[in-house]
């Protein structure tokens, strides 16, 4: 079986980048834009000193001895034209940008690439409380070791796929999971331990619960039959002409 590649914004956004509103025109000169990011042909007017504060990477290209510190336009190779209006918007003040299924991994790319944290931090807010699947919960694992966010959101996707029915020889033959650092792969390994012996605390707990009701209803059954013998041989008495028992 080919090595899976390791996930990046086009394996796992399947969707096109459409369903956020646009707030912002970056497609002509406006309100003192002063610099013009060329996408894939796409030309973004844009502001320096926005770039800047929002991004180290952006702050110094433009200010120190790079070939873009004067630059009117600036070119950006192999990035996605709808990627970089989905971050413009998003880092530009006026309007806090949605973060949503269809932009939350472009922007977290290039949120870590451009080092813009506050952006990362809320990509990673959205991806704390975002559903997953199975497979999901393990590719973003991956994703999140090679970008290197924070612990606590790497432990909840472990914990999310742990808790799913996944057998340890199909865990094994996961190209997927066989691209973990050592410590993240152990880390899951112990928490699929965890879940499994939670678990069957869990049954043992059911089994004893059902065990009880069961010597309850035993003993429920044998009263019951108790009263019904007693009931009859007092009718057979009585059907013979002899007073019952007192």
Same mark, same amino acid.
């Not at 970008?147 to 865990?171: A, G, P, Y």
């Given at each position: ?6 996930? %990046? %914004? ?8 459409? %369903? ?11 309100? /003192?834009?002063?610099?013009?990011? !060329? ?13 800047? /504060? ?34 413009? *918007? ?21 949120? &870590?690439?451009? #080092? /813009?944290? *506050?952006?990362?931090?809320? &990509? ?7 559903? /997953? ?12 070791? *090679? ?14 796929? !742990? ?6 020889? !199909? ?7 066989? #691209? ?18 939670? *678990? !069957?605390?869990? &049954?043992?707990? %059911? ?40």
């Amino acid at each position: 079986m080919a090595a899976a590649a390791t996930p %990046t %914004t086009s394996d796992v956004a399947s969707k096109k980048i459409s %369903t956020c509103k646009p707030e912002l025109d970056f497609s002509a000169p406006w309100k /003192m834009s002063d610099l013009v990011l !060329v996408v894939e042909g796409k030309r973004f007017h844009v502001h320096r000193c926005i770039l800047s /504060m929002c991004s180290p990477v952006f702050d110094a290209m433009l200010s120190l001895d790079f070939k873009e510190k004067n630059a009117k336009e600036i070119p950006l190779p192999e990035k996605k034209a709808d990627e970089i209006e989905e971050l413009l *918007r998003a880092i530009y003040p006026y309007v806090e940008h949605r973060i949503c299924e269809e932009n939350s991994f472009s922007l977290l790319e290039l949120a &870590c690439e451009y #080092q /813009m944290d *506050r952006l990362k931090a809320r &990509c990673e807010k959205y991806f704390l409380f975002k559903n /997953m699947t199975n497979e999901e919960a393990l590719e973003f694992v991956v994703m999140a070791q *090679r970008l290197q966010l924070s612990d606590e959101l790497i432990h909840r996707c472990m914990s999310r796929f !742990v808790n799913q029915e996944t057998k340890w020889e !199909v865990l094994k033959k996961n190209d997927l999971f066989a #691209q973990l650092e050592p410590k993240y792969s152990q880390q899951l390994v112990e928490e699929r331990v965890k879940y499994l012996e939670r *678990r !069957v605390d869990s &049954c043992k707990s %059911t089994i004893r619960t059902l065990e009880m009701k069961k010597g309850d209803k035993d003993d429920d059954d044998h009263a019951h039959c108790s009263f019904r013998r007693h009931l009859m041989w007092r009718k057979r008495l009585r059907d013979l002409d002899h007073p019952p028992f007192e």
